[in-house]
């Protein structure tokens, strides 16, 4: 008997199993191919608008710092556009430099709009408006696909930055300097009036009467020695923050600190003098150094008010805010400071110590307080003040000239509540109000 060998086919149901795992890894390619695009396209989205946000973000500062320099709103664009050009001119940023087209010094996607206040933030265009809160927006910026384009997926970025200066910063500073101005508690600015002239220190050997304004050196960090003070008044900045607190007294320095707080001052208005010569790339002197017509002893009434001529004469912060984009020696009026300036460092051709200014070195933040004989001072609050003119450093004439303003820039602990108080402050950005961007 003979046996055949028997052939197995494949039946149906075997074949259909094979089909469906087909169609399986097909539709699992597909899903990995979907991952892998998203991974890719999204990692490279958000890089973008990292990228994109930063830009904003220096944009808005710089426009709100030009404008807190006295800058109109154009020159406030102006500049923001220019810093936007300069960065994106670097490598990193060939993509988003393709895609923000800037024809000239504008883009279609680009939009730097001002208000008054930063919540909310209602757009002015009058240049007569004191708006000091700038918003920088570039809109659907258009990216480069890799694999997103397989699904019709086209990638845009957008970012926002709003930037204006901070409420009064705290009672911890950076840049306070060692000096605590005599105040009178529980009155409006403790006494000390805006917009006036103060003789702020009279000579150590002087007799006449002083009112508020007075000043006594603090002894910051627990040192009172007078390099210290002097390095601090010529803006030394502190290496942590200076905490003060209404319910503790503070100590003043001892000694006779005349010369240190001329010299320490007067860097400031271009004057390296003394143990701090040759330290003029350490300690800027202002921008604008102009003085006015100097006020001496002999301009002082015998109850130590700056007599009315006098007044008229000298130089006070309303003509050095006019001045703000003026050089020195277009200043009407102005009388400079020389010793210094014909003495540039060695080795080095073109030098100009007008290159080496700081804006606003004349305006500080002064701790106010309810002085008294014992050497201990109550902690009132914080005053900015404009000096004027140099300080001498002998007798009657050891004085400091100066006026009390309503704000100035700080370095300290702000608060971000947009709201305009007087005091030190700092420029900030801001979240913007309904947006996701920011």
């Not at 001119?89 to 939009?111: C, V």
């Not at 007078?226 to 100590?251: E, H, M, S």
């Amino acid at each position: 008997m003979l046996y055949l060998p028997h052939t197995h086919r494949p039946t149906t149901d075997q074949g259909c199993q094979k089909g469906n795992v087909l169609v399986l890894f097909v539709i699992s390619l597909l899903a990995l191919i979907t991952l892998a695009s998203l991974a890719l396209d999204g990692g490279h989205l958000l890089l973008n608008k990292g990228r994109l946000q930063n830009l904003v973000d220096a944009a808005a500062l710089h426009a709100a710092k030009e404008l807190d320099q006295g800058a109109t709103k154009a020159q406030a664009s102006a500049a923001a556009i220019n810093l936007l050009q300069i960065n994106l001119a670097h490598t990193d940023q060939q993509e988003l430099s393709r895609a923000i087209a800037f024809d000239g010094d504008t883009s279609a996607l680009l939009t730097i709009a001002y208000s008054v206040e930063a919540d909310p933030f209602s757009a002015v265009t009058d240049p007569s408006i004191d708006a000091q809160f700038v918003k920088v927006s570039l809109k659907k910026i258009t990216l480069d696909n890799f694999l997103a384009h397989v699904f019709s997926f086209n990638k845009r970025v957008s970012a926002t930055a709003l930037a204006g200066p901070s409420t009064a910063i705290k009672n911890c500073f950076t840049k306070v300097v060692p000096m605590m101005v005599c105040g009178t508690p529980n009155t409006k600015n403790f006494g000390l009036d805006e917009n006036r002239l103060y003789m702020m220190k009279l000579g150590s050997h002087t007799s006449l009467p002083v009112g508020p304004g007075n000043f006594q050196l603090l002894a910051l960090g627990g040192s009172s020695s007078a390099d210290v003070i002097l390095k601090g008044l010529a803006g030394a900045p502190n290496q942590i923050d200076t905490c003060f607190n209404a319910t503790v007294n503070y100590t003043t320095a001892s000694g006779n600190k005349v010369n240190a707080v001329a010299t320490g001052l007067n860097t400031r208005l271009g004057l390296w003098e003394r143990n701090i010569r040759g330290e003029e790339l350490t300690y800027h002197r202002d921008e604008n150094i102009c003085q006015g017509e100097i006020i001496t002893i002999a301009d002082i009434e015998v109850d130590g008010v700056i007599n009315e001529d006098a007044l008229a004469a000298a130089y006070e912060h309303k003509a050095y805010q006019a001045a703000w984009y003026i050089e020195d020696n277009e200043i009407s009026g102005c009388t400079v400071p020389t010793m210094g300036l014909s003495n540039p460092p060695p080795n080095e051709e073109n030098f100009s110590f007008a290159d080496h200014a700081t804006h606003r070195r004349r305006i500080m933040p002064l701790v106010v307080g309810e002085c008294n004989s014992s050497g201990q001072v109550n902690f009132l609050g914080v005053r900015c003040f404009f000096l004027t003119q140099k300080v001498e450093h002998k007798g009657l004439t050891s004085y400091v000239i100066g006026e009390f303003i309503d704000d100035c820039p700080g370095g300290g602990n702000p608060s971000l509540a947009p709201v305009d108080t007087p005091g030190p402050y700092k420029m900030v950005l801001y979240h913007v109000p309904g947006s996701t961007d920011s």
